[in-house]
């Protein structure tokens, strides 16, 4: 395994870290409990893309994924407290990057343990949206992933691009760039300009309501 | 593993990719965020299962579950954008028919692991309940296996019949039939007739309430 | 493994699944629904720490964890029906006892199995904290780990203090007893007079809400 991936999947688990912690302060939350939802939305979903894989789950053996989530956090914190204006979308953006991370490492973990290309995008997707999914059922808000803006075509876009890139021969690290990059600009456009897809009838919705 | 092993499979995660891609139009959720609640229905509870039982989740090596969720959510998408009236109660049903290819299906794998009878009823139960209860948090709905009308006892019940029919020599197939159909008789006669276990007093709710 | 860890793994379950019962029960749940929260309160924690730690899942081999969910719901059933007033800290006061037997059961699990003392700690918080927090999800309250009061804080302090007794060559029992006391008390002690630990400065929240 590449040393690059390790930095990858730690700076993931910062921004994810630093997502759980805003998500705390928007919601009151105080004490340890941002702790708590800090390092759930930074391990939820690489967890649970572990556990699929029946691998020893990443954080297990390695103490740097808590220190990363506890700097993370505690920058935040100290930022918030020292900072008047933090701008609304400031936990979207962080929750991108987090994002863009989490679901290239995780389709290239699947490829490594033999799964196919799908079932590879699928669980790259998992390990990127199932950690801020946690976050919001936690902070009983409307999940990110169902407000629309591309959230989950985003990731299976990127997952696309990094395993065509990588059936097309080129170098691993570039591929995951371009990936990740393709991931996070079309998240970042999607957010800017709402974005979304109508798959039901705007008209048949309000009929049909109990 | 027999064969129609993988059919009532596919046809539990189909059935359950429909009623979440219903609950995802009941709660005006569009675009992406529709395959990623129909997927989550589908294939939660069985992941759960698997993952319990340590053994390889089913979709892990298998497309063909992708491929039926997609089919269902698609297929359901089309049908809801082309007629006016779906009946209120068409998730309820939906749900009833994928609880009973789950909680049989689950059971007999759990059986096929050595488990006795009554950690193989409970995990049938896991694997039929918890894709429909992380698809009810994710809409923040009151999850259905709390509004009653014999939610939990129907996979119990069904759970029982079948590894009673199993105990006297009853053929697998007869048996898993008989599970299904007691589970889903049960069950829509709960729906249609509202029928409930009430086990707290009602007025010593009132009186208590914080 | 000494036999005073099932008393104390059964105990811990016990007691979670009275504060299911309990939340079922505040939240007007009836008949098996409330068998479905108390189990998923009580088994939800040590579940996810037996499957992070790839170990078979505790109440697969041995059917007394679920008599004795089934003893704690059904005695707390009884207990509600015949008696007018249940002081409203009950379910708080439960919830700390299955705590303390959680969080030192799962830390010493994950030594076990050779993790570092941070790594144990945190799997030991993640196993006493998780069942109550899928508990508060499904009854779609905030989550107790959130409304304060050193919840999570408790949780690392018994889990650091019974890794220093060990490393200072304390007796396991001892150790354990100490552990669950220490945290017992702290978790009580804060419901009782309202600690809390406010990480975010009061008024920047005010501002910034969105």
């Known amino acids: 395994m590449p ?38 939305t930074a391990i939820g979903g690489g967890t649970l893309r572990d556990l699929i894989l029946d691998v020893p789950v990443i954080w297990i053996n390695n103490n740097a994924y808590f220190y990363a989530i506890f700097v993370a956090a505690i920058g935040t914190i100290l930022l918030v407290r020292n900072r008047l204006t933090i701008p609304n ?55 990110m992933v169902f407000r629309g803006e591309l959230y989950a075509f985003t990731c299976i876009f990127g997952g696309i691009i990094y395993t065509s890139l990588l059936a097309l021969a080129v170098p691993q690290l570039y591929a995951m760039l371009a990936g990740m990059l393709g991931l996070l600009l079309l998240r970042l456009a999607a957010i800017r300009w709402h974005i979304t897809i109508p798959v039901f009838g705007k008209h048949h919705q309000e009929l049909n309501e109990p």
């Open 3 to 40: 040393e690059y991936f390790l930095w990858f999947d730690l700076l993931g688990i910062a921004v994810f870290a630093i997502s759980g912690t805003l998500a705390a302060w928007r919601n009151h939350m105080d004490g340890f409990g941002v702790i708590v939802l800090a390092s759930v």
């Open 89 to 143: 979308n400031t936990l979207q953006i962080a929750d991108a990057f987090g994002l863009a991370f989490f679901v290239i490492m995780g389709t290239q973990k699947a490829l490594d343990h033999g799964t196919s290309s799908m079932v590879a995008i699928m669980l790259g997707t998992m390990s990127g949206v199932c950690g801020g999914m946690i976050r919001d059922v936690l902070c009983r808000e409307v999940p």
